[in-house]
């Protein structure tokens, strides 16, 4: 049965490569609709091959701009208003979520409403308002699948399994760039030299947070929600070589991991093509060349944004919207160079004391604590 699909976020790597799927099965997906936020060079190119019946670019100026492109051929929204449309209407049977930060949380919200299958890759939708979603998939009946290549392994390897067996799950970080630099050689890291991942091969703001090692942080939050584990049963270790992706130990001390050559589709396939497994030829893992496999456990103290993802679990509430906005204006200011890089996890930490944590948080209530969140930073930077 043909599939309809939604993709918000179709310029970003998880994007480029859910298409890439979509071009390999199509007798099996159809493209809906693809949002942007302003590559409107690409998304043109993209709309031109896949027919979506509505696009959306967040960039107003630049949806205006398009328009005048491509005429009536195509339904052009624009800015948040635009995203949360095309993700009420009812023509789609996948979401994939793959918006980079708080701006993917209210769209994902009305898929889940509508029942959709859920492929998430924005991590910030659980890490922000994890209770909220998980409750609402609950009580809609919505599968939320996820995209990230961990708990896309976590959720591979618990298919079958009884959830009340596990002993714990153990994500697997490749450590990024800066593994084996110093703490005090953080302060005169470049933004190129944080952009260049050794592994993976993704947007600017998530090679950052790798680079930081709080996009493992987030992870863990967003493992503690998808698996309703608590934080002690959520293990991080180092693995440089990107080959086993995460693993679960359960409580007769087996171990079962899912391994892969380290590429995005296969994650993104899995959760579109789920409970089937695809005929997929496009990417190959061959053991033999792979020379070894290595683990160590990750340095708190150097990766210091870790350790606070870690602390937002146990103080609950909006605590983790804090973290996650703070995260997003540091980088931000990072990328644009008016901080340096060692400074992100300061500017995080000073916005966790700031900004007032309110407990049993509603969805009102995590947006006003994002906007505070950023409007604090931004008085601090004026």
């Known amino acids: ?13 998880i994007g480029v490569n859910t298409l890439e799927i979509v071009r390999a099965f199509p007798d099996k997906f159809e493209i809906i609709g693809l949002t942007a936020n302003s590559n409107i060079h690409l998304l043109k190119k993209q709309m031109e091959e896949f027919h979506p019946k509505t696009i959306v670019i967040a960039d107003k100026k630049k949806s ?24 009420k209407r009812n023509n789609y049977d996948i979401l994939v979520s793959a918006l980079v930060g708080f701006v993917g949380l209210a769209p ?3 898929a889940i409403k509508l029942k959709k299958r859920i492929a998430l890759a924005n991590k910030e939708t659980l890490v922000t308002a994890g209770e909220l979603v998980i409750d609402l998939c609950k009580k809609h009946k919505t599968e939320l699948i996820p995209v990230d290549s ?6 591979q390897c618990l298919n079958g399994e009884n959830p009340s067996e596990i002993s714990k799950i153990i994500l697997t970080a490749s450590g990024g760039p800066f593994l084996n630099k110093s703490k005090e050689e953080f302060e005169n890291v470049t933004v190129e030299d944080a952009l260049n991942h050794p592994n993976w091969k993704m947007g600017s703001k998530i090679t950052i947070d790798s680079a930081s090692m ?3 942080g987030l992870e863990v939050i967003e493992a503690h929600w998808l698996f309703g584990l608590p934080k002690d049963k ?18 007769d001390g087996s171990v079962k991991a899912q391994l892969s050559t380290p590429d995005m589709k296969l994650p993104i396939i899995y959760a579109l093509s789920f409970p089937e497994r695809f005929n997929f030829n496009a990417v190959a893992t061959d053991l033999k060349k792979i020379n070894q496999l290595t683990f160590f456990e990750p340095d708190f103290d150097k990766f ?18 804090i973290l996650n906005a703070a995260n997003e204006v540091a980088v931000e200011k990072f990328l644009s160079g008016k901080i340096k890089f060692n400074r992100i996890p300061d500017l995080i930490e000073d916005a966790l004391n700031a900004v007032s944590i309110i407990h049993s948080p509603d969805l009102e209530t995590i947006f006003d ?13 004026n």
């Not at 293990?235 to 992706?245: D, L, M, N, T």
């Open 369 to 381: 604590c994002d906007f505070k969140t950023r409007d604090y930073l931004k008085h601090k930077f």
């Open 304 to 321: 210091t944004c870790l350790k606070m993802a870690y602390d937002v679990i146990e103080t609950g509430g909006t605590s983790s919207c």
């Open 108 to 110: 994902t919200i009305e």
């Open 150 to 155: 961990e708990h896309s392994a976590i959720f």
């Open 64 to 87: 205006e701009e398009l328009k005048k492109t491509i005429g009536n051929s195509c339904e052009v929204l624009s800015g948040n208003e635009g995203l949360l449309e095309i993700a």
């Open 234 to 251: 959520i293990e991080v270790i180092i693995h440089p070589q990107s080959i086993i992706h995460s693993m679960v130990e359960f409580r």
């Open 1 to 13: 049965m043909m599939k309809k699909i939604l993709i918000l976020g179709s310029t970003g790597s």
């Open 214 to 216: 709080m996009n493992k």
